[in-house]
């Protein structure tokens, strides 16, 4: 089993819907949880830190599930500037090789 | 600066041939990540340091791949003898912490073994 999973999508998704895509991890013992944005093989930029009560930073909301394993975001009133491959990343413990990534998914948003 | 500095945007070598990257990390960051982006969007951790100290090298294919942080230079990657599978992004990454809320990426080298 992989250490993060995503679906890598695409998601082709209407301007203003909403949408909300979720990863798993393996490491139970992991500490803290990102959203990272990736634009067409530029280098990825934090979009937001995930905690347990959930973080919301204007449209974006992201939500941990320790129990379950998984983290979730949502967009909402999604802007063709949206589109971008978010790559869930997990910092399993600190640990000398810092963050664990999944693959990404793939976010296209139509005019 | 307030930016991890990447150089050069662009590398092509020929197989076998040696690439050197670099990185200058935000001044007052004690990490420094090296990691290694393939067509797949997965990224695979290579090397990290703790200031010029090697943190975790376990990433590293360490007979051909080495890589350094020097005090007052900038951090480099160097592959001898390259192979046409290293072709990939090379993204170097520092923070204040290991603890991975403030990792701030450089733009990355696209390397291209022909």
């Known amino acids: 089993r992989k250490e993060v999973e995503q679906d890598p999508g695409p998601f082709n998704v209407p301007e203003g819907a909403t949408v909300a895509f979720n990863c798993t991890y393996s490491n139970s013992a992991s500490q803290s949880f990102f959203w990272y944005r990736q634009d067409c093989r530029k280098e990825p930029k934090l979009l937001m830190s995930?905690?347990?009560s959930g973080n919301e930073d204007g449209r974006f909301t992201a939500q941990l599930n320790r129990a379950s394993q998984y983290i979730s975001l949502l967009i909402r009133d999604s802007k063709l500037s949206d589109s971008a491959t978010y790559l869930c990343?997990?910092?399993?413990?600190?640990?000398?090789?810092?963050?664990?990534f999944g693959k990404g998914t793939h976010l296209i948003i139509q005019p | 600066g307030e930016e991890v500095a990447q150089t050069p945007k662009h590398l092509v070598r020929g197989e076998g041939q040696k690439a050197k990257l670099y990185c200058a990390p935000i001044?007052?960051?004690?990490?420094v990540f090296w990691y290694q982006q393939v067509l797949k969007n997965e990224f695979k951790f290579l090397i990290s340091f703790q200031n010029e100290n090697v943190f975790d090298e376990t990433g590293m294919p360490k007979e051909r791949f080495s890589a350094k942080c020097l005090p007052n230079s900038p951090c480099s990657l160097e592959i001898q003898a390259t192979k046409l599978e290293d072709s990939a992004v090379y993204f170097c990454?520092?923070?204040?912490?290991?603890?991975?809320?403030?990792?701030?990426f450089g733009s990355g080298t696209r390397l291209t073994v022909v």
């Open positions: 995930v905690y347990s």
């Open positions: 001044k007052g960051h004690s990490y």
């Open positions: 990454a520092s923070s204040q912490s290991i603890a991975g809320n403030g990792y701030t």
């Open positions: 990343v997990v910092n399993p413990g600190g640990g000398a090789d810092g963050l664990t």
